[in-house]
C-alpha cells in the first residue's frame, strides 16, 4: 500500500515569502525591546502559521537559495546582475527565519550551487510520482511551468487573508497557453526580475499568439517562414542565441542532486518549548494566540509562557462593506443630470475613468465615477456607442451612451471654479480629452503627493489603500479575469462595476485628505502644488502631440549598420581565425582568453568577464578588442533604436508618442518609455544620426532646442557659494578650461584639451562623489595622479569640499537630502556599518541637492512655458523632454516670438546666485538643432 498516495505535500520558497513580509512592514519596521528588526521574522511566521491552519499538510518542507552563484550564472554573466542587494536590517532575519522553521520541526532544503526554484521543482515531481497531492508556497510565476494535475501553487497576496490558487485550469484561462509553456513564453518575452534577456521587441502581445500556435521555441524556429510579419522573423532570427538561452535560464530543475528522504518532512507538532522561546525573544506575543488555534492540544505549555512584551501589529485589514458606503450606480440620463447638478454646486470632487485598455488614441469609456466626500461615491456606467452594441457579449443598450455623457459632465469638468482631483490623473485627463472632454482645474494627484512625500515608496492606488487606511481594495482581476483582457470590463456586471469603481473614487478621496495635511506637515507642499500637480496637463499634451519620425533615414541607417556589423563580424573572425557567435558570452571568452590568450582584467565565477568595463581596460592589448567593442556600440543602436524607433508609431497619428513617467525616479527627474528617451545616444557621431530621425511636423515648422548650459555646476556653485566658481560662471567663461588652469597651474590659454578633458571629468565626477580610485578608471591614469587632480581642485574650490561634507552631515541628521525647492530623498542607510551601503547614500547625499533642483527648475520652465504658449493660443507645441533639454516643433511664423520666451522662461524658473544659461538651436531635425 502506498501510504504518501493523495497525501498534502506543501514546500515553500523561504526567500520570497521573507522578502514580502520584509516590504509589508517597510513603512513602520518593527524591532523588538532590544532593537533588533523583526518585520520579515514576524510576517513570515505569521504567513507560515496560515499556511498550515489553511493547507493542512501532511508533509512541509522550506527552500533556501545557497548562497554561492549556480549554474545559470556561468551560463550568462547577467544574470539576476540588476538585482539589489539584500537591505541590511534583513540579513539578520534570515538567521531568525530558519530557527523558527526548526522550531517548527519544518526540514530546510539548500543546496550549494543551486537555487529554491530547482530544488522545489525537484521535490514536487518526486513527491508527484509518490503520488502526493503537491502545493508550491510562491508569488514567483516561474513556478506555473510545474503546475499538472497533482501539482498546484499557492500564490500569497498583500495580506496573510488572501491567498490564490492556480491550477492548470487557471493557467489556461488567464495564460492563453498550458503551464509547461510558460518556459518557452518566458524565453521570448525574457524576464526582467531575473534579468533573462528574451527576444528584443517581443512582448506579450507578440509571444502569446506564437505560443499558442508553434508550442515550443524550438518549433517556433522550426516553423520560422509560417510567421506573417517580417519584422518578427527578423526579431527571432537576430536574437535566435538569446532566446535558447533564456529558455535554458528560465527552465526550472526537476533532477537537482539532493536526496529527499520525504519521512522527514511529515509535519508533527511544533518545539513548543523552543518555538515559544523565540517568539519571547522577538516580542511575538500576537502570534502565540494563533499557535494556541492551531495546536490546541498543548494550551497547558503555551498557557505556561506569559513573559512576552507586547508590540505594536497591524489591525485586520479593511474591505469593501457596502453597509458602511453609500455607493450609486446610474444608468440613465435623468440621474446622471441629477449628479452634474450636484458636481456643479460643490467646490471639489474626485474623479476616476474606466475603460477597455490603456492607448489613449484607440479607447472606449465604460464608465466614469465619482466621490464628494469620504464614504460616498458615484458611478455613471457608459455606452461607448449605441451602433455598436454587437461589439460586445454584453448588451450595453441600458447604460447611458457617450455621448450623453460628453454633453452631460463636459461642462462640469470645465469648470475652472471645481477642484478636480485624481489618482494618476494624467491617464484620465487624456481618456476624458479623447472624448472631447477638458479638465480645467487640475487641483490635486495622491500618486503625485505620494511620490512627494517618500519618492521610494510604492505608489499604487492598492499600496497607499493598505498602507494609509489599512483597506484593501478590490483587485481588476476579479472583475476582468487577467490584466491581459481589459476588453473584458464590458462583460462586466455593471453593479459590480461601480463597486470598484466607485471605491477607487472613495479611497482617492480620503487619501486626498491624509495627503493633504502630509504635505503641509512634512513642508513638501510647494513641490507638490507648484510643480508636480500642475506639470500633470504638460506633460499630458505632450505625449498626445508627439513627434514625428522620419521612417526612410531610420531604415537606411539600419542598412548602414548591418553593413557595418557585416564588416565588424568579419575583421573580428580574421583576428579569431574562426567564426563563433559574437554574443556569446561563453564563445567570446573561449576566444579571448584561451585562443588570443589576453590577460584577464576580471575574474567571475562564471569565468573571464568580457564586460564593457573589462574590455576597455583591454584597449590597445589586440585589436580585436576595439572591434569588438565598436560591434557591441553598432548592434545596440541598431536593435534598440533605428530597427525598433518605426514600430513604435502610432498608426492613427503618424508619430511616436513617448510616456512621461513623473512617480519614478527618486531625484525628481522624468523618465520616459517606448521609446526611452533618456537613453537615446549623443556622443558619437553614429548615436546622433537617431536624433536626425526625429523630424518637424512640416514644412511649415521647425525643430527648436532649448538646452540650460552647465546647469548642475551652476547649481553646485550656487549652493556652496564658492567664489572661484562663481566668478567663473559670472564672466562668462570655460568653466571646464577655467578648472583645469586651477588644477594644472597654467595660464587659461595654456590649458591643452587633454587638461580640459580632465578638468571636465572632474567637474561632472565631484557631482556624483567621484573619489580617485572613479576619477583613475575614467582618466586612464593612476591612482596617486587621480588623487593628486582632486586635492589641486578641492585647494582651488574650497568651498565644494565644504558644500559635501556639510551635505553628508545634514542628511545623517535629518535622515534625507533636499533640493533648493524643498523636494526630498530619504536615505535610510546613511548611518549604517556598511560601508558600501553607507558611501552610496552620502554620494546620493551630495548629488540630490544638485541633481534634483536641476529637476525642479526644468519642470518649473515646462510649466510656464505651457501656460505662455495655451495663453497666447500658439501653434507651436513642446514635444520632448530628455534631461535639461526641451525640444519643440515650433510654427515659423512664431519663431520670432517664442525664442525668447522660452530663453526668459528657462532662465528664471528658479533663480540662482549665479546666471543661469539656456542654449537654443533650430533646425528641420532634432540633432540640427542640437
Not at 532575519?93 to 530544488?119: C, H, M, S, W
Not at 528574451?198 to 500556435?213: F, S, W
Not at 583613475?776 to 586635492?791: D, F, V, Y
Not at 552610496?840 to 505662455?868: C, H, S, W, Y
Amino acid at each position: 500500500m502506498n501510504k504518501y498516495l493523495n497525501k498534502k505535500f506543501v514546500i515553500i520558497d523561504a526567500m520570497s515569502l521573507a522578502y514580502k513580509a520584509y516590504y509589508a512592514f517597510i513603512s513602520r519596521p518593527l524591532k523588538n525591546s532590544k532593537g533588533e528588526p523583526t518585520s520579515a521574522v514576524f510576517g513570515f511566521t505569521n504567513q507560515l502559521l496560515k499556511i498550515i491552519e489553511d493547507t493542512k499538510p501532511d508533509y512541509i518542507a522550506v527552500a533556501f537559495d545557497s548562497k554561492e552563484k549556480t549554474f545559470r550564472h556561468e551560463r550568462y554573466e547577467n544574470y539576476k546582475s540588476s538585482r539589489q542587494e539584500m537591505p541590511e536590517d534583513m540579513v539578520p532575519q534570515i538567521a531568525r527565519i530558519k530557527q523558527i522553521i526548526e522550531a517548527f520541526n519544518i526540514p530546510i532544503y539548500i543546496l550549494p550551487g543551486y537555487e529554491a526554484d530547482d530544488l522545489i521543482g525537484t521535490a514536487l515531481k518526486k513527491a508527484e510520482k509518490l503520488g502526493f497531492d503537491c502545493y508550491a508556497i510562491t508569488p514567483d510565476k516561474d513556478y506555473i511551468q510545474l503546475i499538472t494535475n497533482k501539482i498546484k501553487i499557492i500564490k500569497p497576496g498583500k495580506s496573510t487573508d488572501e491567498i490564490e490558487m492556480i491550477n492548470e485550469e487557471k493557467v489556461l484561462s488567464e495564460f492563453g497557453f498550458e503551464p509547461i509553456q510558460m518556459i518557452d513564453y518566458l524565453a521570448l518575452v525574457g524576464d526582467s526580475s531575473d534579468d533573462i534577456p528574451g527576444v528584443a521587441g517581443i512582448g506579450p502581445k507578440t509571444a502569446l499568439p506564437l505560443i499558442q500556435k508553434f508550442k515550443t521555441v524550438e518549433n517556433i524556429y522550426k516553423n520560422i517562414n509560417q510567421i506573417e510579419k517580417q519584422s518578427i522573423i527578423n526579431k527571432l532570427i537576430e536574437n535566435k542565441e538569446n532566446a535558447f538561452l533564456s529558455k535554458e535560464l528560465a527552465t526550472i530543475k526537476i533532477d537537482s542532486p539532493f536526496d529527499i528522504n520525504f519521512d522527514d518532512a511529515k509535519f508533527t507538532n511544533p518545539d513548543l518549548n523552543k518555538l515559544l522561546k523565540l517568539m519571547s525573544e522577538l516580542d511575538f506575543k500576537a502570534l502565540v494566540s494563533k499557535v494556541k488555534k492551531i495546536f490546541s492540544e498543548n494550551d497547558e505549555i503555551i498557557e505556561t509562557k506569559k513573559e512576552e512584551i507586547e508590540i505594536p501589529v497591524q489591525e485586520e485589514v479593511k474591505q469593501l462593506d457596502k453597509t458602511k458606503v453609500k455607493y450609486k450606480l446610474i444608468l440613465n440620463e435623468n440621474d446622471a443630470k441629477e449628479l452634474a447638478k450636484k458636481l456643479s454646486q460643490s467646490n471639489i470632487f474626485v474623479f476616476d475613468t474606466e475603460t477597455d485598455g490603456l492607448d489613449v488614441f484607440n479607447i472606449k469609456l465604460a464608465g466614469c465615477s465619482f466621490a464628494l466626500k469620504a464614504g460616498e461615491a458615484y458611478f455613471v456606467a457608459t455606452n461607448p456607442h449605441e451602433e455598436s452594441n454587437s461589439l460586445f457579449a454584453t448588451d450595453l443598450s441600458d447604460r447611458l451612451p457617450v455621448e450623453k455623457f460628453i454633453k452631460i459632465f463636459a461642462p462640469i469638468f470645465k469648470n475652472e471654479t471645481i477642484k478636480k482631483v485624481c489618482q494618476n490623473g494624467k491617464y484620465d485627463i487624456a481618456v476624458l480629452r479623447t472624448h472631447g472632454i477638458e479638465v480645467e482645474n487640475f487641483f490635486f494627484d495622491t500618486m503625485l503627493a505620494s511620490y512627494v512625500l517618500d519618492p521610494d515608496q510604492k505608489h499604487g492606488m492598492d499600496d497607499l489603500a493598505t498602507k494609509y487606511l489599512d483597506y484593501k481594495t478590490i483587485p481588476l482581476i476579479d472583475l476582468i479575469g487577467s490584466k491581459k483582457t481589459p476588453e473584458k470590463i464590458f462583460e462586466v456586471d455593471p453593479v459590480i462595476l461601480s463597486d470598484y469603481s466607485c471605491e477607487d473614487a472613495d479611497i482617492t478621496f480620503r487619501l486626498y485628505e491624509i495627503f493633504k495635511q502630509k504635505l503641509i506637515e512634512e513642508k513638501v507642499d510647494k513641490v507638490a502644488y507648484d510643480i508636480e500637480f500642475p506639470l500633470v496637463k504638460v506633460l499630458e499634451d505632450m505625449e498626445r502631440t508627439g513627434i514625428r519620425i522620419d521612417v526612410q533615414s531610420l531604415k537606411s541607417f539600419s542598412n548602414d549598420l548591418q553593413i557595418l556589423l557585416d564588416n565588424y563580424s568579419n575583421e573580428i573572425f580574421k583576428y579569431a581565425g574562426e567564426t563563433f557567435n559574437i554574443n556569446s558570452t561563453q564563445q567570446l571568452q573561449t576566444i579571448l582568453f584561451e585562443k588570443l590568450k589576453l590577460p584577464v582584467t576580471k575574474e567571475k565565477k562564471t569565468g573571464y568577464s568580457t564586460d564593457a568595463k573589462s574590455l576597455e581596460n583591454l584597449k590597445g592589448v589586440h585589436p580585436i578588442i576595439d572591434i569588438i567593442m565598436d560591434y557591441r556600440q553598432v548592434s545596440k543602436l541598431k536593435s534598440t533604436y533605428a530597427d525598433s524607433l518605426p514600430e513604435l508609431i502610432n498608426p492613427k497619428t503618424g508619430r511616436i508618442h513617448t510616456t512621461y513617467n513623473q512617480s519614478l525616479v527618486s531625484t525628481g527627474r522624468l523618465s520616459s518609455n517606448n521609446p526611452n528617451l533618456q537613453n537615446i545616444p549623443i556622443r558619437t557621431e553614429l548615436g546622433k544620426e537617431i536624433r536626425k530621425a526625429f523630424v518637424a511636423k512640416d514644412k511649415n515648422h521647425v525643430i527648436l532646442s532649448a538646452d540650460y548650459s552647465q546647469i548642475e555646476l551652476r547649481i553646485m556653485a550656487s549652493i556652496c557659494g564658492d567664489e572661484t566658481l562663481m566668478k567663473a560662471f559670472y564672466n562668462n567663461e570655460d568653466i571646464h578650461r577655467r578648472t583645469a588652469a586651477l588644477v594644472f597651474n597654467v595660464k587659461p590659454d595654456e590649458v591643452t584639451p587633454d587638461m580640459r578633458r580632465k578638468a571636465k571629468e572632474v567637474n561632472f565626477g565631484i557631482l556624483y562623489g567621484l573619489g580617485p580610485f572613479g576619477l583613475k578608471s575614467r582618466l586612464g591614469i593612476s591612482q596617486s595622479h587621480a588623487q593628486e587632480i582632486i586635492n589641486n581642485y578641492f585647494n582651488s574650490f574650497k568651498n565644494v569640499k565644504k558644500f559635501m561634507e556639510d551635505s553628508i552631515e545634514a542628511a545623517k541628521k535629518k535622515g534625507y537630502a533636499e533640493t533648493l525647492y524643498g523636494r526630498r530623498r530619504f536615505l535610510k542607510n546613511i548611518n549604517s556599518n556598511n560601508r558600501t551601503i553607507r558611501q552610496f547614500e552620502e554620494r546620493v547625499a551630495i548629488n540630490m541637492p544638485i541633481q534634483g533642483t536641476a529637476a525642479d527648475m526644468i519642470k518649473l520652465a515646462m510649466i510656464k512655458i505651457f501656460e505662455t504658449m495655451k495663453k497666447e493660443k500658439m501653434k507651436s507645441k513642446m514635444v520632448l523632454q530628455v534631461h535639461d533639454e526641451l525640444v519643440f516643433d515650433v510654427h515659423k511664423s512664431e519663431l520670432n516670438e517664442i525664442q525668447p520666451m522660452i530663453k526668459e522662461k528657462m532662465e528664471n524658473a528658479l533663480p540662482l546666485n549665479v546666471p543661469v544659461l539656456t542654449e537654443i538651436g533650430i533646425g528641420d531635425n532634432w540633432l540640427d538643432a542640437h
